[in-house]
């Protein structure tokens, strides 16, 4: 078992940066894959970054390439993801996840049922 808890989403205006951060606890964070989705209203969950257990190998969505980034230290727990060049569209509340099988995989995974354990999520709002 795993526990994830995020934190650091807010209000912002559109062009700021925010870090959202995710804190693990239970088992150690390199045995598992790490990613973000996001669930604006109205809409699935949607991938948005993912890094295997050491965060040498990464994936984006589309959407996000470029203006995210997810890091983690491992040591601490923790998993971020940098938004820089926020959208209006942007806004949607974040999840962090855990993968505990496609932790080596590269690039790891994006698909959302293969993450055992969510976080109940962080509300990023953006102002236009």
């Known amino acids: 078992q795993v526990q994830l808890a995020e934190f650091g989403g807010g209000l912002v205006q559109a062009g700021g940066s925010l870090r959202l951060s995710c804190q693990a606890s239970?088992?150690?964070?390199?045995?598992?894959?790490m990613g973000w989705f996001r669930q604006a209203p109205g809409k699935e969950r949607e991938f948005v970054a993912a890094?295997?257990?050491?965060?040498?190998?990464?994936y984006y969505a589309d959407s996000v390439k470029g203006r995210f980034t997810i890091s983690r230290d491992t040591a601490k727990g923790l998993v971020h993801l940098l938004m820089n060049s926020l959208k209006p569209e942007d806004a949607a509340v974040y999840f962090c996840?855990?993968?505990?099988?496609?932790?080596?995989?590269?690039?790891?995974?994006?698909?959302?049922?293969?993450?055992?354990?969510w976080g109940k999520g962080t509300q990023v709002t953006v102002s236009s």
């Open positions: 996840a855990a993968d505990p099988n496609g932790s080596r995989r590269i690039p790891p995974p994006m698909d959302q049922s293969e993450y055992e354990y």
């Open positions: 890094a295997n257990w050491s965060g040498s190998s990464k």
């Open positions: 239970g088992r150690p964070l390199s045995n598992f894959a």
